[in-house]
């Protein structure tokens, strides 16, 4: 794909998805870069380009054969990176974002820089051999800064007036994690309240949905579920449940039955608590989520005597 088709199939998607050049680009290049972009007078980096997709909800897996070598390394250590803190292989993830920073260093580039800070305040970092844990006010710090990189002015409180891409909802995703660890659910589900609202408003019917979405119910279903508002909860967890099946997407599946198992537990529903109960647990079982199948058996059993295999 030339540098035309490219600018070409950018500006389309723009048009078709009434989205103004100065939302789209914010943080990532200025109005004159994106312009000459459209125009066939520019040709974007993997990155810029990357992010421009997923600001329009466009997966930019559709482009990676543009990659080349050094941006094809670098994309195979984001990916092992994520892969590594989602199974809390922390020590192997530290590496690889050391690794990382070695080959991004010369590129100087806000979209990797931002990536960076985002996994560091998961992974944390290593002294003496042994791993250090950032604390939830650092790894907000982190998060907020790695944010602010390409959402210039954004808070907790405005975000949702920004053009996000799915790699900065994540980063949202994250921050009210953080609050939450910390004890503040009020803060973490005004953040979720806001962000799945977000979802649902900016990415309806967009392949980035379809990630977005459970990850966001899961985390804010939790949430309400803990503050004992169960209706609320079963209704998000719902909606993500939703997704999941009409996207064939099951690593959030399990816990979002779970979420609702346990709500409906609490208003009495025990029947079909039990029911969902048996289907997280064999979902997480398929997915091979050892830690969660344990979860599941050990709330079926002191729940209701049940014993899962």
């Known amino acids: 794909m030339n540098r035309?088709?490219?600018g070409e199939y950018i500006r389309t998607q723009r048009e078709a998805k009434e989205i103004n050049q100065d939302d789209l680009c914010r943080g990532i290049c200025n109005r004159s870069t994106l312009s000459r972009i459209e125009h066939g007078r520019h040709e974007p980096n993997y990155y810029v380009l990357k992010a421009l997709l997923q600001r329009m909800g466009i997966p930019e897996e559709r482009f990676q054969i543009l990659m080349g070598p050094q941006e094809f390394e670098i994309g195979e250590l984001q990916q092992e990176i994520v892969a590594d803190n989602v199974a809390e292989n922390f020590s192997a993830a530290i590496q690889k974002i050391e690794r990382l920073e070695?080959?991004?260093?010369?590129?100087?580039?806000?979209?990797?820089?931002?990536?960076?800070?985002?996994?560091?305040?998961?992974?944390?970092?290593?002294?003496?051999g042994v791993r250090v844990k950032y604390d939830r006010k650092t790894q907000r710090e982190m998060l907020m800064q790695a944010l602010e990189l390409t959402c210039p002015g954004v808070t907790m409180e405005n975000f949702d007036v920004f053009l996000l891409s799915e790699d900065e909802a994540k980063i949202i995703n994250q921050i009210a994690i953080t609050y939450s660890e910390e004890g503040n659910r009020r803060q973490a589900i005004e953040i979720y309240r806001q962000l799945i609202r977000y979802v649902?408003?900016?990415?309806?019917?967009?392949?980035?949905?379809?990630v977005l979405l459970p990850l966001t119910a899961y985390n804010y279903s939790k949430l309400l579920g803990l503050e004992r508002r169960y209706?609320?909860?079963?209704?998000?967890?719902?909606?993500?449940?939703?997704?999941?099946?009409?996207?064939?997407?099951?690593?959030?599946?399990?816990?979002?039955?779970?979420?609702?198992?346990c709500c409906l537990h609490e208003l009495g529903e025990d029947e079909k608590s039990r029911e969902l109960l048996v289907q997280s647990y064999y979902v997480h079982k398929a997915m091979e989520k050892t830690r969660s199948c344990k979860v599941v058996q050990n709330y079926a059993k002191e729940t209701f005597g049940m014993e899962l295999d």
Request: net charge neutral.
């Open 102 to 128: 070695q080959l991004s260093q010369p590129l100087e580039n806000p979209i990797l820089r931002q990536f960076i800070l985002r996994v560091r305040a998961l992974a944390g970092y290593e002294q003496d």
């Open 4 to 6: 035309f088709m490219i």
């Open 231 to 261: 209706e609320e909860s079963i209704e998000v967890a719902e909606l993500g449940r939703q997704c999941c099946v009409k996207y064939n997407r099951c690593r959030m599946l399990g816990g979002l039955l779970l979420n609702i198992a």
């Open 200 to 210: 649902q408003r900016n990415f309806a019917g967009c392949e980035v949905e379809r």
